[in-house]
């Protein structure tokens, strides 16, 4: 009994050090309050909105009423994180200045409609010419539709490429390891390997057992193979290609070649050179007496 005793006067004790502590919030006055009301409900429409109200509401403290600091009251009003309220924020800056200096004449050029189109811009700290520039190729990119975060990123990682004014250090026939670096275009081509077919300024056209492909330099590495190793998984891919050209092939052959396109040399195992032989033999020779 004695123990619960002192855990009530515990907490006695530490609700007492709590309500000292209490802050003492300021009051809005008539035209503040009619102000705070208009941008909560700002916040909670469109993302632009939302941005400029929020910063609105840090600048003018227009949370001092019943919070202490803007973190918390992002918190508590809008059940926003920290991290978001401020991507919020940013995302506004970027759609004014895409407002204010993207070119009037000539194509319409449209403007985001979501908070996510211009997250790859802000997460760059691009400066505000280089955001007008960004967006223009990206809408490009998307064919002169509102383009997708993803198509954002890639004029951004193309920006980059001939800001730094890096040179494209493919060459054609050579093997090269595909990275996805945030290119949700290339979602589930991971380290898979390639043979570069054509080169250009920023990209290269490249073949995989089972595409064609342009791709930014930037998502390609280099595989350092010597010319006989470049033969080899050239021969290879030319199995897996006839194989993928039956149009017929199940779950496991899938799987398998699947496998076969992430090898990280230019030869097979013995394993692997049985499990290859067996599609073929099922896909391609299955006629052959």
Not at 72 to 84: I, L
Not at 231 to 248: N, W
């Amino acid at each position: 009994m004695g123990s619960w005793k002192g855990r009530r006067q515990h907490r006695s004790s530490s609700r007492q050090k709590h309500e000292l502590r209490t802050p003492v919030f300021k009051p809005l006055n008539a035209e503040e309050e009619k102000l705070r009301e208009s941008y909560e409900q700002q916040v909670k429409t469109a993302f632009y909105t939302a941005g400029n109200a929020l910063i609105k509401l840090q600048e003018l403290r227009l949370y001092r009423s019943t919070h202490i600091n803007f973190e918390e009251f992002c918190r508590d009003v809008f059940s926003f994180s920290r991290d978001y309220a401020y991507l919020l924020m940013a995302a506004a800056r970027v759609y004014q200045n895409l407002l204010d200096n993207l070119p009037t004449s000539g194509r319409h050029i449209p403007l985001p409609t979501k908070e996510r189109q211009v997250r790859p811009i802000i997460k760059a700290q691009l400066d505000d010419a280089a955001q007008i520039e960004v967006w223009s190729k990206a809408v490009v990119l998307a064919e002169g539709k509102v383009p997708s975060s993803s198509l954002v990123a890639s004029a951004i990682r193309q920006f980059l490429v001939l800001e730094q004014k890096i040179t494209n250090p493919f060459t054609t026939g050579e093997v090269a390891r595909i990275v996805v670096r945030d290119n949700h275009q290339l979602k589930g081509k991971g380290n898979c390997w390639c043979v570069i077919d054509q080169v250009f300024e920023t990209s290269c056209t490249v073949n995989t057992w089972s595409e064609h492909l342009e791709i930014p330099v930037e998502n390609l590495a280099a595989l350092e193979f010597n010319q006989e190793q470049y033969r080899q998984i050239e021969d290879l891919g030319v199995r897996m290609t006839k194989l993928h050209e039956t149009d017929s092939l199940d779950v496991a052959a899938l799987w398998v070649l699947d496998g076969l396109a992430k090898l990280d040399r230019p030869y097979l195992t013995t394993l692997e050179e049985k499990l290859l032989r067996v599609i073929e033999d099922v896909y391609l020779f299955h006629d052959v007496e």
